[in-house]
T-cell receptor, first 114, second 110 residues
Framework: DAGVIQSPRHEVTEMGQEVTLRCKPISGHNSLFWYRQTMMRGLELLIYFNNNVPIDDSGMPEDRFSAKMPNASFSTLKIQPSEPRDSAVYFC????????????FGPGTRLTVL | DAKTTQPTSMDCAEGRAANLPCNHSTISGNEYVYWYRQIHSQGPQYIIHGLKNNETNEMASLIITEDRKSSTLILPHATLRDTAVYYCIVRPDSSYKLIFGSGTRLLVRP
């Protein structure tokens, strides 16, 4: 199995630009999570999808952030407009909710907003 | 969710056992103990989890005290590749959330 796939691995953009991060979960998994990791705040859950439906988006910082999961094999996290304080590593994780509840993380996208 | 307390850092010699402690004195009866680790520049990696009984898999062993207020993750023969931050997480059976604390930074010395 290829594991969770994220793209791009690194993204450098300028303040005000739109950023789209992509995630392909492990085939057969029914839950998907987006996390953000910074030195100051550690690893934080942004949003959780179950069977492609957003269940908990209470961790999404503000309206500039949005996430979608159009099908079981793809999810996006969009930031528009981006700000320097959005610089962080963004992780996607997937799992089998109700079976094992273990979350498998992707390699992350390192975002730098100048 | 129950709070966990871990030492900030530890070290051990390569080839020796690494014993990482975790206190979770407010744990509830339906809460599992999970361990994840994060090697530098990688995503967190699941290691093991348990409820009451001790658990062992190909990566590690988890020892949970009888009162469940603390646990120890054991890496039986640590290698340099085990250098990472180790997170102890307590999670209710019904919850999907993993709340990561600061973890223990383990350094395995040659």
């Amino acid at each position: 199995d290829a594991g969770v796939i994220q793209s791009p691995r690194h993204e450098v953009t300028e303040m005000g630009q739109e950023v789209t991060l992509r995630c392909k979960p492990i085939s057969g998994h029914n839950s998907l999570f987006w996390y953000r990791q910074t030195m100051m705040r550690g690893l934080e859950l942004l949003i959780y999808f179950n069977n492609n439906v957003p269940i908990d988006d209470s961790g999404m910082p503000e309206d500039r952030f949005s996430a979608k999961m159009p099908n079981a094999s793809f999810s996006t996290l969009k930031i528009q407009p981006s700000e320097p304080r959005d610089s962080a590593v963004y992780f996607c994780a997937s799992g089998l909710r109700g079976i094992t509840d273990t979350q498998y993380f992707g390699p992350g996208t390192r975002l730098t907003v100048l | 969710d129950a709070k966990t307390t871990q030492p900030t850092s530890m070290d051990c010699a390569e080839g020796r056992a690494a014993n990482l402690p975790c206190n979770h004195s407010t744990i509830s009866g339906n809460e599992y103990v999970y361990w994840y680790r994060q090697i530098h520049s990688q995503g967190p990696q699941y290691i093991i989890h348990g409820l009451k009984n001790n658990e062992t898999n190909e990566m590690a062993s988890l020892i949970i005290t009888e009162d469940r207020k603390s646990s120890t993750l054991i890496l039986p023969h640590a290698t340099l590749r085990d250098t990472a931050v180790y997170y102890c997480i307590v999670r209710p059976d019904s919850s999907y959330k993993l709340i990561f604390g600061s973890g223990t930074r383990l350094l395995v010395r040659p």
